[in-house]
């Protein structure tokens, strides 16, 4: 099925190549082509080239991608940071308000997204309305950092690179065009390719690369500075785990206490994890979900008893582990996908540990971009570049649409 076409991670089902767009920018002299990388990918790619699961070769990505032609290669992660610094707003807006409903859910999953458009489409107000990190990224990308340094927004080329095939249809989604509104170019796209972490091993093997003796190399300014809660964007409970470093942050103005870092109740494989948190006055009830069966089940639940205001946020990933886990990672046979999956998890834990700052809101980059371009978070602005909308998508049910829980055979 359509769902599982897009995060099927052991690759039953042929996924579309994208690779000869990007080889067509790069070769074309008149286009300017930015990379994006997502957090997961740096701990996934390396296992394409022999090394040990959960190898972090961040370093080597980027020294690759600039080896292949890149004009400028940024870090998904800050785009991470992005998302974090307006999600966990909203989601102080809605615990104040009597108006938006709660829980908040995630939507940086397309996966889930389309998943909630098509199955539960009532509850779409509760979706966070923050565009994920590569699409908000990709936003800041073609307007900010091309206008303050005077590219052609029509020559710039974005591709991401992401451990995931549902990103190939985000990118797609027509409302995901804020640049073409602030340049007034309306063809234009954010984002214009989405690769996998395949493909781009594929791509470093067809050019002859060797990847393992390639020199490390840096992200470009200026997003190229990302913070722990970032980096564990690619691990389900690590948006969660974000999210609360810096709501805490927004709700008592103080920074979170050390015993939020680690936040181990939503960290693991588990496809469920609650938690309660405490911020100042506030003591707030989470989940953080991995795998759309799981879902499933504990919306069901959720909607039966009548206890959906017990929670305050929910994050939905796809993926079984989250996007470490993603169908456009290197693949993994059957009986080593735990193993492989905590390798890959552990890494980005490590590089949050390795971090300077922990909490998206005390990233430096974030700061200027915040004081230079975007004012606050939610103000108009961000509301305009970083926010979405969502669409009911119930009628692709067809006859399926009018199937109670207990009629519908695909119901688990
Ligand atoms: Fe893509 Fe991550 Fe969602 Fe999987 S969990 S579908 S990799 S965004």
Redesign the pocket.
């Known amino acids: 099925c359509g769902q599982c076409a897009?995060?099927c991670?052991f690759g039953a089902i042929t996924e579309v190549s994208d690779l000869d767009k990007v080889k067509a920018a790069i070769k074309d002299p008149d286009k300017i082509v930015m990379f994006q990388t997502?957090p997961?990918v740096r701990v996934g790619l390396g296992e394409a080239f022999g090394m040990e699961p959960g190898a972090f070769v961040q370093g080597k990505m980027v020294g690759a991608l600039r080896a292949l032609g890149a004009d400028y290669v940024f870090d998904t992660d800050f785009g991470a940071d992005m998302t974090i610094m307006e999600e966990a707003m909203e989601l102080l807006h809605r615990l104040q308000s009597e108006e938006i409903p709660i829980p908040q859910f995630t939507s940086?999953?397309?996966?889930?997204v389309e998943f909630l458009e098509t199955f539960y489409p009532d509850l779409i107000p509760h979706l966070s309305s923050t565009k994920?990190p590569i699409s908000i990224m990709s936003a800041a990308m073609k307007t900010w950092f091309v206008k303050n340094n005077n590219l052609d927004p029509k020559k710039v080329v974005i591709v991401d690179v992401?451990?995931?095939?549902?990103?190939k249809a985000?990118i797609r989604r027509p409302e995901l065009n804020a640049s073409a509104d602030f340049w007034n170019i309306p063809e234009l796209r954010d984002t214009d390719i989405s690769i996998t972490t395949r493909e781009l091993a594929q791509w470093i093997q067809e050019e002859g690369l060797d990847f393992t003796g390639i020199a490390d190399s840096d992200f470009d300014k200026v997003f190229g500075e990302s913070t722990g809660g970032g980096r564990i964007f690619?691990n389900?409970g690590g948006v969660m785990e974000a999210a609360i470093r810096t709501a805490y942050y927004f709700f008592t103005g103080r920074k979170a206490p050390d015993d939020f870092i680690p936040f181990e109740p939503v960290r693991g494989l588990d496809g469920v994890k609650k938690a309660s948190v405490v911020f100042g006055h506030f003591v707030i009830h989470v989940a953080a979900i991995?795998g759309l069966g799981n879902a499933r089940k504990f919306l069901d639940e959720l909607i039966a008893a009548e206890d959906f205001e017990n929670y305050s946020f929910i994050e939905v990933?796809?993926?079984p582990g989250?996007?470490?886990?993603?169908?456009?990672?290197p693949k993994v046979k059957l009986p080593q996908v735990k193993k492989v999956q905590q390798a890959r998890m552990d890494s980005l834990y490590q590089s949050d540990v390795d971090a300077t700052y922990k909490a998206s809101w005390e990233n430096p980059e974030i700061q200027d971009l915040y004081k230079q371009f975007l004012g606050e978070p939610l103000s108009e602005r961000a509301e305009m570049m970083l926010h979405t909308y969502f669409t009911d998508r119930s009628d692709d049910l067809g006859e399926m649409k009018n199937l109670t829980p207990e009629t519908n055979p695909s119901s688990t």
């Open positions: 897009a995060v991670p997502a997961a940086c999953c397309p996966a889930w994920s992401a451990p995931c095939t549902a990103k985000e690619g389900s991995s990933m796809a993926c989250g996007c470490i886990g993603g169908g456009g990672q």
